[in-house]
């Protein structure tokens, strides 16, 4: 990684650690009994969505209350100028937010403008009508991607320096990943891009491959991390390799989306079949990224709702039978989600070299 980019990774890593210090928030609610299906329901829904603190565990104590116990993460807002907060103020939208003479209240997952008395309005499609700040906190999401970045630089730093003092032979970590660095190297970007420009792609490779299984690692732990689940971050390494792809194409590339025929017909010829085939081309730049998005997005999201859904299950049977059951299958759901994990990585990684690939293809002219 670039020099800059470590610094920024460094500096944002601490900025997020210094502001949210790791106490714990006691939140108390009455609420009205709900059904058992419904909260398992809103239970799922809570765990997939991103969220302003990393949410530990709930009971309900004697007077029967909610208590959440829970780590707050900083508040950062965009409205007339930066506002900056604890999400303790929060209550998990219970209460309202007042910064200033500003006032701030969480629904459904989204921070709204709002008065002392914490008014929401609706349209009639039920839609919040309340004005939203520039929203730029430090969500879990955030955090557990700004973690995983610090990790990956700390292993591969650590691989690079045994690399240098053992005369380029691994030493203790570094020999767990040292495969599959070569792996990467050897029979995904190799083959796929070709050996006169592999190497260019490399860093990039490594960097998505490691970063979305240590990320889908990250969301099968209690602490509830769905980061690859969420489709703006998919949507973000997409376009990366979309950019990646476009500005990195030789005139061949560029030609056999335009010109894909080439010289085997007369020009005359060709305008009919170009009204059809130069549209699909183009339709297929953007189809392709678009694949990677969705095909990550997707998988992660079911292997959540699925891991999720079995372990309420057993809160609903309530049976000898039933709950053993719903734990067998719930556990082992989560050993092929440690498969998934990896092979949603390679996936993304095998496709995004392939693509470079198509770029960085060159023909012999005659």
């Known amino acids: 990684m670039p020099t800059a980019f470590n610094k920024f990774i460094l500096f944002s890593a601490l900025w997020a650690a210094v502001f949210s210090a790791p106490h714990t928030l006691h939140a108390k609610e009455s609420e009205t009994p709900k059904d058992l299906k419904t909260e398992i329901k809103e239970y799922i829904s809570h765990h997939l969505e991103d969220a302003y603190d990393f949410s530990l565990f709930s009971y309900t104590n004697a007077q029967g209350e909610h208590v959440y116990i829970s780590i707050p993460l900083p508040v950062v807002l965009w409205d007339e100028g930066l506002q900056i907060f604890s999400s303790t103020k929060l209550h998990h939208g219970k209460e309202v937010a007042q910064v200033g003479t500003h006032y701030y209240k969480l629904e459904h997952g989204k921070i709204y403008k709002t008065d002392a008395g ?216 989560s050993l092929i989600e440690l498969l998934v994990a990896l092979l949603q990585a390679y996936i993304f990684t095998m496709l995004s070299a392939l693509y470079f690939g198509f770029a960085a293809e060159e023909h012999e002219h005659h």
């Open 118 to 333: 914490g008014t929401i309005n609706y349209d009639e499609a039920h839609h919040v009508t309340n004005s939203a700040p520039l929203d730029l906190s430090i969500t879990k999401g955030v955090v557990s991607m700004l973690f995983i970045a610090l990790l990956m630089f700390w292993i591969f730093r650590s691989l690079a320096k045994t690399y240098g003092e053992n005369g380029g032979v691994p030493a203790g970590i570094g020999r767990f990943f040292e495969p599959i660095v070569l792996y990467i190297r050897d029979d995904i970007a190799r083959p796929n891009i070709g050996e006169k420009k592999y190497m260019k792609y490399m860093n990039f490779l490594l960097t998505v491959f490691f970063f979305v299984w240590f990320l889908n690692l990250l969301g099968l732990t209690p602490l509830g991390v769905n980061v690859t689940g969420n489709i703006a971050v998919t949507f973000g390494l997409a376009l990366l390799t979309f950019i990646i792809t476009n500005f990195t194409g030789t005139k061949d590339y560029w030609l056999h989306l335009f010109d894909p025929l080439g010289s085997s017909m007369k020009w005359y010829a060709k305008i009919p079949l170009y009204i059809i085939l130069i549209p699909i081309e183009v339709l297929g730049v953007f189809i392709k990224p678009f694949s990677l998005l969705i095909r990550l997005y997707a998988n992660m999201q079911a292997g959540h709702i699925v891991l999720m859904s079995l372990i309420g299950l057993m809160f609903i049977f309530k049976s000898w039978l039933g709950s053993p059951l719903s734990f067998g299958l719930a556990f082992a759901i």
